[in-house]
Protein backbone atom coordinates (compact mmCIF):
# COMPACT_ATOMS: atom_id res chain seq x y z
CA UNK A 1 0.00 0.00 0.00
CA UNK A 2 1.42 2.94 -0.61
CA UNK A 3 2.21 5.66 2.36
CA UNK A 4 -1.13 7.84 1.54
CA UNK A 5 -1.04 11.06 3.80
CA UNK A 6 -4.38 12.71 4.39
CA UNK A 7 -4.33 15.00 1.02
CA UNK A 8 -1.75 12.70 -0.79
CA UNK A 9 -3.06 10.59 -3.60
CA UNK A 10 -1.83 7.53 -4.47
CA UNK A 11 0.58 6.66 -6.78
CA UNK A 12 -0.97 5.84 -10.41
CA UNK A 13 -1.27 2.34 -10.62
CA UNK A 14 -1.77 1.31 -7.32
CA UNK A 15 -3.87 -1.28 -5.84
CA UNK A 16 -6.21 0.22 -3.13
CA UNK A 17 -7.20 -1.96 -0.17
CA UNK A 18 -10.39 -3.52 -0.42
CA UNK A 19 -12.50 -6.79 0.12
CA UNK A 20 -15.26 -8.31 -2.01
CA UNK A 21 -18.19 -6.88 0.25
CA UNK A 22 -21.87 -7.84 0.13
CA UNK A 23 -22.42 -4.74 -1.14
CA UNK A 24 -20.53 -4.78 -3.95
CA UNK A 25 -22.41 -8.18 -4.70
CA UNK A 26 -25.74 -6.32 -4.10
CA UNK A 27 -24.12 -4.13 -7.04
CA UNK A 28 -23.59 -7.16 -9.09
CA UNK A 29 -27.23 -8.33 -9.16
CA UNK A 30 -27.94 -4.53 -10.35
CA UNK A 31 -26.12 -4.83 -13.29
CA UNK A 32 -27.50 -8.04 -13.94
CA UNK A 33 -31.12 -6.73 -13.59
CA UNK A 34 -29.67 -3.99 -16.13
CA UNK A 35 -28.44 -5.86 -18.45
CA UNK A 36 -31.19 -8.58 -18.82
CA UNK A 37 -33.57 -5.84 -19.08
CA UNK A 38 -31.80 -4.61 -22.41
CA UNK A 39 -31.00 -8.58 -23.25
CA UNK A 40 -34.61 -8.89 -22.75
CA UNK A 41 -36.24 -5.95 -24.93
CA UNK A 42 -33.29 -7.00 -27.32
CA UNK A 43 -34.67 -10.88 -27.67
CA UNK A 44 -38.53 -10.86 -26.88
CA UNK A 45 -39.49 -8.87 -30.14
CA UNK A 46 -38.06 -11.59 -32.85
CA UNK A 47 -40.57 -14.36 -30.97
CA UNK A 48 -43.71 -11.83 -30.93
CA UNK A 49 -43.02 -10.62 -34.55
CA UNK A 50 -43.93 -14.00 -35.38
CA UNK A 51 -46.63 -15.34 -33.40
CA UNK A 52 -49.53 -15.44 -35.48
CA UNK A 53 -52.31 -13.38 -32.73
CA UNK A 54 -50.17 -10.33 -32.74
CA UNK A 55 -49.92 -10.03 -35.96
CA UNK A 56 -53.57 -10.89 -36.58
CA UNK A 57 -53.99 -7.57 -33.71
CA UNK A 58 -51.67 -5.12 -35.11
CA UNK A 59 -50.38 -5.90 -38.52
CA UNK A 60 -53.10 -7.67 -39.75
CA UNK A 61 -51.57 -6.75 -43.56
CA UNK A 62 -48.55 -8.84 -42.50
CA UNK A 63 -49.98 -11.83 -41.15
CA UNK A 64 -52.24 -12.01 -44.31
CA UNK A 65 -48.95 -12.24 -46.60
CA UNK A 66 -47.33 -14.27 -44.43
CA UNK A 67 -50.52 -17.04 -44.76
CA UNK A 68 -51.21 -16.34 -48.66
CA UNK A 69 -48.02 -17.42 -49.87
CA UNK A 70 -47.80 -14.53 -52.24
CA UNK A 71 -45.02 -13.22 -51.53
CA UNK A 72 -41.67 -13.95 -51.80
CA UNK A 73 -39.81 -16.25 -49.14
CA UNK A 74 -37.53 -13.36 -48.32
CA UNK A 75 -40.11 -10.88 -47.79
CA UNK A 76 -42.87 -11.61 -45.88
CA UNK A 77 -42.12 -9.48 -43.27
CA UNK A 78 -40.92 -6.95 -44.30
CA UNK A 79 -43.07 -4.33 -43.15
CA UNK A 80 -42.14 -0.50 -42.12
CA UNK A 81 -44.65 -0.69 -39.10
CA UNK A 82 -43.26 -3.88 -38.06
CA UNK A 83 -40.25 -2.93 -37.89
CA UNK A 84 -40.71 0.46 -36.11
CA UNK A 85 -42.02 -1.81 -33.04
CA UNK A 86 -39.01 -3.62 -33.19
CA UNK A 87 -36.39 -0.17 -33.81
CA UNK A 88 -38.59 2.54 -31.67
CA UNK A 89 -37.18 1.37 -28.53
CA UNK A 90 -33.58 1.93 -30.12
CA UNK A 91 -34.36 5.49 -31.28
CA UNK A 92 -35.69 6.63 -28.22
CA UNK A 93 -32.66 5.26 -26.18
CA UNK A 94 -30.31 7.20 -28.40
CA UNK A 95 -31.60 10.30 -27.63
CA UNK A 96 -32.20 9.33 -24.15
CA UNK A 97 -28.40 8.88 -23.42
CA UNK A 98 -27.57 12.37 -23.53
CA UNK A 99 -30.15 13.69 -21.25
CA UNK A 100 -28.42 10.25 -18.89
CA UNK A 101 -25.16 11.82 -19.16
CA UNK A 102 -26.63 14.62 -17.59
CA UNK A 103 -28.57 13.18 -14.61
CA UNK A 104 -25.25 10.74 -13.92
CA UNK A 105 -23.11 13.78 -13.42
CA UNK A 106 -25.97 15.95 -11.52
CA UNK A 107 -27.94 13.51 -9.63
CA UNK A 108 -26.25 10.60 -9.50
CA UNK A 109 -25.88 7.35 -10.95
CA UNK A 110 -28.56 5.56 -8.34
CA UNK A 111 -31.19 8.15 -9.26
CA UNK A 112 -30.45 7.44 -12.44
CA UNK A 113 -30.73 3.79 -12.46
CA UNK A 114 -34.31 4.37 -10.45
CA UNK A 115 -35.35 6.42 -13.07
CA UNK A 116 -34.72 3.40 -15.87
CA UNK A 117 -36.45 1.34 -13.59
CA UNK A 118 -39.62 3.24 -13.62
CA UNK A 119 -39.36 4.54 -17.80
CA UNK A 120 -39.38 0.66 -17.85
CA UNK A 121 -41.95 -0.38 -15.17
CA UNK A 122 -44.29 2.42 -17.22
CA UNK A 123 -43.44 1.36 -20.56
CA UNK A 124 -43.79 -2.68 -19.68
CA UNK A 125 -47.37 -1.53 -18.57
CA UNK A 126 -48.23 0.01 -21.69
CA UNK A 127 -46.93 -2.90 -24.33
CA UNK A 128 -48.62 -5.46 -21.84
CA UNK A 129 -52.03 -3.30 -22.03
CA UNK A 130 -51.66 -2.58 -25.66
CA UNK A 131 -54.72 -2.16 -27.64
CA UNK A 132 -53.28 -0.54 -30.56
CA UNK A 133 -50.44 0.10 -32.64
CA UNK A 134 -49.95 3.26 -30.80
CA UNK A 135 -49.87 2.08 -27.17
CA UNK A 136 -47.33 -1.09 -28.52
CA UNK A 137 -45.00 1.69 -29.71
CA UNK A 138 -45.51 4.28 -26.76
CA UNK A 139 -44.66 1.13 -24.59
CA UNK A 140 -41.40 0.50 -26.66
CA UNK A 141 -40.35 4.65 -26.59
CA UNK A 142 -40.13 4.66 -22.85
CA UNK A 143 -38.74 0.42 -22.94
CA UNK A 144 -36.07 2.65 -24.55
CA UNK A 145 -35.88 5.38 -22.70
CA UNK A 146 -35.03 3.49 -19.56
CA UNK A 147 -32.59 1.51 -21.64
CA UNK A 148 -30.64 4.60 -22.04
CA UNK A 149 -30.62 6.01 -19.05
CA UNK A 150 -29.85 2.48 -17.45
CA UNK A 151 -27.06 1.43 -19.96
CA UNK A 152 -25.34 4.81 -19.35
CA UNK A 153 -25.80 4.71 -15.33
CA UNK A 154 -25.59 0.98 -14.63
CA UNK A 155 -21.61 0.26 -15.86
CA UNK A 156 -20.68 3.51 -14.50
CA UNK A 157 -22.23 2.53 -11.01
CA UNK A 158 -20.35 -0.78 -11.50
CA UNK A 159 -16.97 0.13 -12.89
CA UNK A 160 -17.04 2.79 -9.88
CA UNK A 161 -18.31 0.24 -6.46
CA UNK A 162 -15.76 -2.55 -7.70
CA UNK A 163 -12.61 -3.40 -6.25
CA UNK A 164 -9.70 -2.55 -9.29
CA UNK A 165 -8.64 -5.99 -9.59
CA UNK A 166 -12.46 -7.26 -10.66
CA UNK A 167 -13.33 -4.31 -12.46
CA UNK A 168 -12.67 -6.01 -16.02
CA UNK A 169 -14.37 -8.97 -14.93
CA UNK A 170 -17.78 -7.10 -13.95
CA UNK A 171 -17.60 -5.68 -16.53
CA UNK A 172 -18.42 -8.42 -18.85
CA UNK A 173 -20.54 -10.40 -16.19
CA UNK A 174 -23.00 -7.03 -17.65
CA UNK A 175 -22.71 -8.68 -21.06
CA UNK A 176 -23.52 -11.73 -19.65
CA UNK A 177 -26.68 -10.81 -18.28
CA UNK A 178 -27.61 -9.21 -21.58
CA UNK A 179 -27.17 -12.98 -23.06
CA UNK A 180 -29.22 -14.12 -20.15
CA UNK A 181 -32.34 -11.95 -20.68
CA UNK A 182 -32.20 -12.65 -24.73
CA UNK A 183 -31.97 -16.31 -23.39
CA UNK A 184 -34.51 -15.43 -21.22
CA UNK A 185 -36.94 -13.94 -23.38
CA UNK A 186 -36.47 -16.22 -26.10
CA UNK A 187 -37.76 -19.46 -23.88
CA UNK A 188 -41.10 -17.11 -22.89
CA UNK A 189 -41.80 -16.98 -25.99
CA UNK A 190 -41.17 -20.27 -26.78
CA UNK A 191 -44.12 -20.71 -24.31
CA UNK A 192 -46.11 -18.10 -24.41
CA UNK A 193 -46.58 -18.71 -28.68
CA UNK A 194 -48.64 -21.60 -27.33
CA UNK A 195 -51.10 -19.55 -25.54
CA UNK A 196 -53.85 -18.57 -27.62
CA UNK A 197 -55.15 -15.27 -28.16
CA UNK A 198 -52.82 -13.39 -25.59
CA UNK A 199 -49.78 -15.20 -25.62
CA UNK A 200 -47.86 -12.41 -26.55
CA UNK A 201 -49.11 -10.21 -23.57
CA UNK A 202 -47.75 -12.40 -21.53
CA UNK A 203 -44.31 -11.92 -23.34
CA UNK A 204 -44.37 -8.60 -23.10
CA UNK A 205 -45.48 -8.24 -19.55
CA UNK A 206 -42.71 -10.59 -18.18
CA UNK A 207 -40.30 -7.96 -18.84
CA UNK A 208 -41.64 -6.36 -15.35
CA UNK A 209 -39.69 -8.85 -13.64
CA UNK A 210 -36.14 -7.39 -14.49
CA UNK A 211 -38.01 -3.89 -14.29
CA UNK A 212 -39.09 -4.01 -11.01
CA UNK A 213 -35.80 -5.69 -9.85
CA UNK A 214 -33.58 -2.08 -11.35
CA UNK A 215 -36.12 -0.18 -9.38
CA UNK A 216 -36.29 -1.87 -6.08
CA UNK A 217 -32.13 -2.44 -6.36
CA UNK A 218 -31.96 1.31 -6.99
CA UNK A 219 -33.96 2.03 -4.16
CA UNK A 220 -31.50 -0.11 -1.73
CA UNK A 221 -28.50 0.85 -2.84
CA UNK A 222 -26.02 3.88 -1.97
CA UNK A 223 -24.60 6.16 -4.69
CA UNK A 224 -21.02 5.56 -5.26
CA UNK A 225 -18.59 7.18 -3.26
CA UNK A 226 -17.37 8.80 -6.79
CA UNK A 227 -20.31 10.44 -7.52
CA UNK A 228 -21.15 11.88 -3.93
CA UNK A 229 -17.70 13.14 -3.50
CA UNK A 230 -17.87 14.65 -7.00
CA UNK A 231 -21.61 16.47 -6.29
CA UNK A 232 -19.97 17.54 -2.71
CA UNK A 233 -21.14 15.20 -0.19
CA UNK A 234 -17.44 14.31 0.74
CA UNK A 235 -18.11 13.11 4.53
CA UNK A 236 -20.86 10.53 2.88
CA UNK A 237 -18.72 9.84 0.08
CA UNK A 238 -16.12 8.47 2.54
CA UNK A 239 -18.39 6.45 4.83
CA UNK A 240 -19.51 5.17 1.94
CA UNK A 241 -16.21 3.97 0.33
CA UNK A 242 -15.12 2.63 4.02
CA UNK A 243 -18.51 0.48 3.89
CA UNK A 244 -17.98 -1.02 0.33
CA UNK A 245 -14.65 -1.52 0.51
CA UNK A 246 -14.91 -3.09 4.19
CA UNK A 247 -11.25 -2.02 5.40
CA UNK A 248 -10.47 1.21 7.61
CA UNK A 249 -7.76 2.42 5.02
CA UNK A 250 -9.47 4.21 3.06
CA UNK A 251 -7.70 7.18 2.98
CA UNK A 252 -5.35 6.81 -0.43
CA UNK A 253 -8.32 6.10 -2.72
CA UNK A 254 -10.30 8.42 -1.20
CA UNK A 255 -7.87 11.06 -1.94
CA UNK A 256 -7.75 10.02 -5.55
CA UNK A 257 -11.04 9.93 -6.12
CA UNK A 258 -11.31 13.50 -4.71
CA UNK A 259 -8.20 14.64 -7.22
CA UNK A 260 -9.78 12.87 -10.05
CA UNK A 261 -13.00 14.82 -9.24
CA UNK A 262 -11.28 18.30 -9.24
CA UNK A 263 -9.40 17.22 -12.66
CA UNK A 264 -12.93 16.35 -14.06
CA UNK A 265 -14.64 19.25 -12.61
CA UNK A 266 -11.85 21.76 -14.16
CA UNK A 267 -13.68 20.35 -18.03
CA UNK A 268 -16.41 22.24 -18.03
CA UNK A 269 -17.56 21.06 -21.40
CA UNK A 270 -17.24 17.50 -21.50
CA UNK A 271 -18.38 16.39 -24.89
CA UNK A 272 -16.17 19.45 -26.39
CA UNK A 273 -13.11 17.80 -24.31
CA UNK A 274 -13.97 14.93 -26.14
CA UNK A 275 -12.77 16.21 -29.43
CA UNK A 276 -9.73 17.13 -28.42
CA UNK A 277 -6.43 15.79 -30.79
CA UNK A 278 -5.04 13.64 -27.46
CA UNK A 279 -8.44 12.00 -27.07
CA UNK A 280 -8.77 10.82 -30.95
CA UNK A 281 -7.70 7.69 -30.53
CA UNK A 282 -10.07 6.33 -27.84
CA UNK A 283 -13.02 8.41 -29.33
CA UNK A 284 -12.01 6.45 -33.02
CA UNK A 285 -11.82 3.53 -31.42
CA UNK A 286 -15.10 3.39 -29.16
CA UNK A 287 -17.03 4.93 -31.78
CA UNK A 288 -15.56 2.44 -34.73
CA UNK A 289 -15.85 -0.63 -32.34
CA UNK A 290 -19.88 -0.11 -31.39
CA UNK A 291 -20.25 0.08 -35.14
CA UNK A 292 -18.65 -2.51 -35.88
CA UNK A 293 -20.49 -4.39 -33.74
CA UNK A 294 -23.47 -3.81 -34.87
CA UNK A 295 -22.01 -4.52 -38.89
CA UNK A 296 -21.28 -8.23 -37.58
CA UNK A 297 -25.08 -8.78 -37.99
CA UNK A 298 -25.59 -9.96 -34.75
CA UNK A 299 -28.63 -8.59 -34.00
CA UNK A 300 -30.21 -9.16 -37.58
CA UNK A 301 -29.92 -12.84 -36.01
CA UNK A 302 -30.93 -12.04 -32.14
CA UNK A 303 -33.57 -9.95 -33.19
CA UNK A 304 -35.23 -11.88 -36.09
CA UNK A 305 -33.95 -15.59 -35.71
CA UNK A 306 -37.61 -16.62 -35.20
CA UNK A 307 -38.49 -14.42 -38.14
CA UNK A 308 -35.36 -16.02 -40.11
CA UNK A 309 -36.00 -19.40 -39.03
CA UNK A 310 -39.69 -19.31 -40.54
CA UNK A 311 -38.47 -17.64 -43.64
CA UNK A 312 -35.81 -21.02 -43.73
CA UNK A 313 -38.88 -22.67 -44.24
CA UNK A 314 -38.85 -23.91 -39.98
CA UNK A 315 -42.14 -24.59 -38.57
CA UNK A 316 -43.27 -22.03 -36.25
CA UNK A 317 -42.32 -24.51 -33.11
CA UNK A 318 -38.76 -25.71 -34.27
CA UNK A 319 -38.06 -21.63 -35.01
CA UNK A 320 -38.67 -20.87 -31.59
CA UNK A 321 -36.59 -23.70 -30.45
CA UNK A 322 -33.79 -22.93 -32.80
CA UNK A 323 -33.65 -19.10 -30.95
CA UNK A 324 -33.78 -21.13 -27.64
CA UNK A 325 -30.19 -22.77 -28.84
CA UNK A 326 -28.76 -19.32 -29.85
CA UNK A 327 -29.62 -17.60 -26.57
CA UNK A 328 -27.64 -20.55 -25.04
CA UNK A 329 -25.03 -20.81 -27.24
CA UNK A 330 -24.57 -16.91 -26.47
CA UNK A 331 -25.18 -17.24 -22.55
CA UNK A 332 -22.40 -19.77 -22.46
CA UNK A 333 -19.71 -18.27 -25.51
CA UNK A 334 -19.46 -14.97 -22.66
CA UNK A 335 -18.34 -17.50 -20.25
CA UNK A 336 -15.66 -18.19 -22.47
CA UNK A 337 -14.43 -14.73 -22.73
CA UNK A 338 -14.94 -13.42 -19.03
CA UNK A 339 -12.66 -16.67 -18.74
CA UNK A 340 -9.88 -16.08 -21.11
CA UNK A 341 -9.93 -12.06 -21.86
CA UNK A 342 -7.58 -11.07 -18.83
CA UNK A 343 -4.89 -14.71 -20.24
CA UNK A 344 -5.56 -14.00 -23.88
CA UNK A 345 -6.12 -10.69 -24.41
CA UNK A 346 -8.64 -8.31 -26.65
CA UNK A 347 -6.78 -9.09 -29.97
CA UNK A 348 -7.04 -12.37 -30.45
CA UNK A 349 -10.42 -12.88 -29.26
CA UNK A 350 -11.31 -10.26 -32.22
CA UNK A 351 -8.98 -11.65 -34.17
CA UNK A 352 -9.98 -15.62 -34.25
CA UNK A 353 -13.88 -14.79 -33.75
CA UNK A 354 -13.12 -12.58 -37.08
CA UNK A 355 -12.00 -15.67 -38.84
CA UNK A 356 -14.92 -17.86 -37.22
CA UNK A 357 -17.53 -15.69 -37.95
CA UNK A 358 -16.37 -14.98 -41.39
CA UNK A 359 -16.76 -18.66 -42.49
CA UNK A 360 -20.04 -18.58 -40.65
CA UNK A 361 -21.74 -16.80 -43.14
CA UNK A 362 -20.19 -17.31 -46.01
CA UNK A 363 -21.83 -20.70 -45.77
CA UNK A 364 -25.16 -19.94 -44.38
CA UNK A 365 -25.10 -17.46 -47.63
CA UNK A 366 -24.15 -20.67 -50.11
CA UNK A 367 -26.72 -23.14 -48.72
CA UNK A 368 -29.59 -20.42 -48.73
CA UNK A 369 -28.16 -19.36 -52.39
CA UNK A 370 -28.61 -22.79 -53.13
CA UNK A 371 -31.58 -23.86 -51.80
CA UNK A 372 -33.53 -21.17 -50.81
CA UNK A 373 -35.07 -19.41 -53.53
CA UNK A 374 -37.91 -17.15 -53.94
CA UNK A 375 -40.96 -19.36 -53.95
CA UNK A 376 -39.69 -22.47 -52.90
CA UNK A 377 -37.38 -24.01 -50.32
CA UNK A 378 -36.40 -27.42 -50.06
CA UNK A 379 -34.07 -27.18 -47.55
CA UNK A 380 -33.79 -30.78 -46.41
CA UNK A 381 -33.55 -31.16 -42.80
CA UNK A 382 -29.52 -31.85 -43.31
CA UNK A 383 -29.50 -28.37 -44.74
CA UNK A 384 -31.20 -26.89 -41.86
CA UNK A 385 -29.44 -28.55 -39.37
CA UNK A 386 -26.03 -26.99 -40.87
CA UNK A 387 -27.56 -23.54 -41.07
CA UNK A 388 -28.55 -24.10 -37.41
CA UNK A 389 -25.18 -25.05 -36.56
CA UNK A 390 -23.54 -22.05 -38.59
CA UNK A 391 -26.04 -19.51 -36.54
CA UNK A 392 -24.51 -20.91 -33.37
CA UNK A 393 -20.83 -21.13 -34.90
CA UNK A 394 -21.49 -17.16 -35.40
CA UNK A 395 -23.07 -16.27 -32.27
CA UNK A 396 -20.37 -18.07 -30.26
CA UNK A 397 -17.39 -16.29 -32.17
CA UNK A 398 -19.26 -13.01 -31.42
CA UNK A 399 -20.14 -13.78 -27.65
CA UNK A 400 -16.34 -14.39 -26.57
CA UNK A 401 -15.55 -11.16 -28.84
CA UNK A 402 -17.14 -8.06 -30.42
CA UNK A 403 -20.19 -8.47 -27.86
CA UNK A 404 -18.03 -8.04 -24.44
CA UNK A 405 -14.65 -6.20 -25.51
CA UNK A 406 -17.41 -3.39 -27.93
CA UNK A 407 -18.18 -2.40 -24.19
CA UNK A 408 -15.03 -3.37 -22.60
CA UNK A 409 -12.78 -1.64 -24.45
CA UNK A 410 -13.89 1.93 -24.63
CA UNK A 411 -14.64 1.81 -20.81
CA UNK A 412 -11.03 0.78 -19.97
CA UNK A 413 -8.97 3.06 -22.74
CA UNK A 414 -10.85 6.38 -21.99
CA UNK A 415 -9.03 8.97 -19.16
CA UNK A 416 -10.71 9.82 -16.33
CA UNK A 417 -11.82 13.36 -17.25
CA UNK A 418 -13.63 11.90 -20.98
CA UNK A 419 -14.52 8.80 -19.41
CA UNK A 420 -18.28 9.54 -18.78
CA UNK A 421 -18.86 11.77 -21.78
CA UNK A 422 -17.32 8.54 -24.05
CA UNK A 423 -19.44 6.25 -22.18
CA UNK A 424 -22.24 8.40 -23.22
CA UNK A 425 -20.74 8.50 -27.22
CA UNK A 426 -20.51 4.63 -26.82
CA UNK A 427 -24.21 3.68 -25.43
CA UNK A 428 -25.51 6.40 -28.35
CA UNK A 429 -23.20 5.28 -31.02
CA UNK A 430 -24.48 1.48 -30.24
CA UNK A 431 -27.88 2.26 -30.25
CA UNK A 432 -27.74 4.20 -33.59
CA UNK A 433 -26.49 1.43 -35.39
CA UNK A 434 -28.92 -0.97 -33.28
CA UNK A 435 -31.38 0.99 -34.74
CA UNK A 436 -30.33 1.16 -38.13
CA UNK A 437 -29.82 -2.74 -38.66
CA UNK A 438 -33.39 -3.23 -36.82
CA UNK A 439 -34.78 -0.77 -39.13
CA UNK A 440 -33.23 -1.94 -42.42
CA UNK A 441 -32.88 -5.93 -41.76
CA UNK A 442 -36.12 -7.15 -43.06
CA UNK A 443 -36.03 -4.85 -46.19
CA UNK A 444 -32.50 -6.21 -46.70
CA UNK A 445 -33.37 -9.43 -46.74
CA UNK A 446 -35.81 -8.94 -49.01
CA UNK A 447 -33.76 -7.30 -51.72
CA UNK A 448 -30.21 -8.61 -51.08
CA UNK A 449 -31.64 -12.24 -49.98
CA UNK A 450 -29.01 -14.69 -49.09
CA UNK A 451 -26.45 -12.23 -49.88
CA UNK A 452 -27.29 -10.31 -46.25
CA UNK A 453 -24.82 -12.72 -45.01
CA UNK A 454 -22.27 -12.11 -47.73
CA UNK A 455 -22.82 -8.00 -47.15
CA UNK A 456 -22.14 -9.06 -43.12
CA UNK A 457 -19.16 -10.85 -43.69
CA UNK A 458 -17.06 -8.40 -45.80
CA UNK A 459 -17.75 -6.11 -43.20
CA UNK A 460 -15.94 -8.68 -40.64
CA UNK A 461 -13.00 -8.75 -43.20
CA UNK A 462 -13.13 -5.01 -42.25
CA UNK A 463 -13.03 -5.03 -38.83
CA UNK A 464 -10.68 -7.78 -38.55
CA UNK A 465 -8.00 -5.75 -40.35
CA UNK A 466 -9.05 -2.67 -38.12
CA UNK A 467 -8.21 -4.79 -34.86
CA UNK A 468 -5.07 -6.32 -36.65
CA UNK A 469 -3.77 -2.86 -37.24
CA UNK A 470 -4.94 -0.27 -35.24
CA UNK A 471 -6.50 -1.66 -32.16
CA UNK A 472 -3.88 -1.77 -29.52
CA UNK A 473 -3.86 -4.65 -26.55
CA UNK A 474 -4.95 -3.19 -23.65
CA UNK A 475 -4.57 -6.60 -21.85
CA UNK A 476 -3.37 -5.96 -17.94
CA UNK A 477 -2.42 -2.24 -18.65
CA UNK A 478 -3.92 -0.66 -15.51
CA UNK A 479 -6.51 2.11 -16.65
CA UNK A 480 -4.15 5.48 -15.50
CA UNK A 481 -1.18 3.97 -17.63
CA UNK A 482 -2.92 3.53 -20.88
CA UNK A 483 -1.23 7.05 -21.98
CA UNK A 484 2.33 5.86 -21.62
CA UNK A 485 2.10 1.91 -22.32
CA UNK A 486 -0.62 1.86 -24.98
CA UNK A 487 -1.33 5.02 -27.18
CA UNK A 488 2.26 6.63 -26.88
CA UNK A 489 3.58 3.42 -28.18
CA UNK A 490 1.82 2.78 -31.18
CA UNK A 491 3.19 2.85 -34.58
CA UNK A 492 -0.36 4.86 -35.61
CA UNK A 493 -1.74 6.67 -32.60
CA UNK A 494 1.19 8.04 -30.93
CA UNK A 495 1.15 10.66 -33.69
CA UNK A 496 -2.16 12.11 -31.51
CA UNK A 497 0.23 11.84 -28.70
CA UNK A 498 1.90 15.00 -29.27
CA UNK A 499 -1.22 16.52 -29.93
CA UNK A 500 -1.50 16.01 -25.91
CA UNK A 501 1.31 18.79 -25.68
CA UNK A 502 -0.34 21.20 -28.11
CA UNK A 503 -3.41 20.82 -26.76
CA UNK A 504 -1.75 21.83 -23.53
CA UNK A 505 0.26 24.54 -24.38
CA UNK A 506 -2.95 25.77 -26.09
CA UNK A 507 -4.24 25.72 -22.91
CA UNK A 508 -1.05 27.59 -21.26
CA UNK A 509 -1.40 29.81 -23.64
CA UNK A 510 -4.69 31.15 -23.18
CA UNK A 511 -4.30 31.33 -19.74
CA UNK A 512 -0.92 32.74 -19.40
CA UNK A 513 -1.13 35.05 -22.27
CA UNK A 514 2.39 33.73 -22.98
CA UNK A 515 3.96 31.78 -26.21
CA UNK A 516 2.93 28.61 -24.78
CA UNK A 517 6.05 27.64 -23.52
CA UNK A 518 6.54 26.29 -20.23
CA UNK A 519 8.38 26.98 -17.72
C1 LIG B 1 -24.89 -5.83 -28.18
C2 LIG B 1 -26.33 -6.04 -28.48
C3 LIG B 1 -26.57 -7.49 -28.81
C4 LIG B 1 -26.05 -8.39 -27.72
C5 LIG B 1 -26.15 -9.83 -28.12
C6 LIG B 1 -24.48 -6.74 -27.07
O1 LIG B 1 -23.14 -6.54 -26.77
O2 LIG B 1 -24.63 -4.49 -27.85
O3 LIG B 1 -26.70 -5.20 -29.54
O4 LIG B 1 -27.92 -7.74 -29.00
O5 LIG B 1 -24.70 -8.08 -27.43
O6 LIG B 1 -25.70 -10.67 -27.12
Known amino acids: MPAGGFSVAAPAGTQFEAKITPIVIISCILAATGGLMFGYDVGISGGVTSMDDFLKKFFPEVYRRKHEEIDSNYCKYDNQGLQLFTSSLYLAGLTATFFASYTTRNLGRRLTMLIAGIFFIVGVIFNGAAQNLEMLIVGRILLGCGVGFANQAVPLFLSEIAPTRIRGGLNILFQLNVTIGILFANLVNYGTSKIHPWGWRLSLSLAMIPAVLLTVGALIVVDTPNSLIERGRLEEGKAVLRKIRGVDNIEPEFNEILEASHAAQQVKHPFRNLLLRRNRPQLVIAILLQIFQQFTGINAIMFYAPVLFNTLGFKSDASLYSAVITGAVNV ?6 IYSVDRLGRRILLLEAGVQMFLAQVVIAIVLGIKVTDHSDNLSHGYAILVVVMICTF ?14 IPSETFPLETRSAGQSVTVCTNLL ?4 IAQAFL ?3 CHLKYAIFAFFASWVVVMSLFVLFLLPETK ?6 MTERVWKQHWFWKRFMDGDHADEKQGYKRANGSNGVQP
Open 395 to 408: VSSFAWSWGPLGWL
Open 443 to 445: SML
Open 433 to 436: FTFV
Open 332 to 337: LSTLVS
Open 476 to 481: NVPIEE
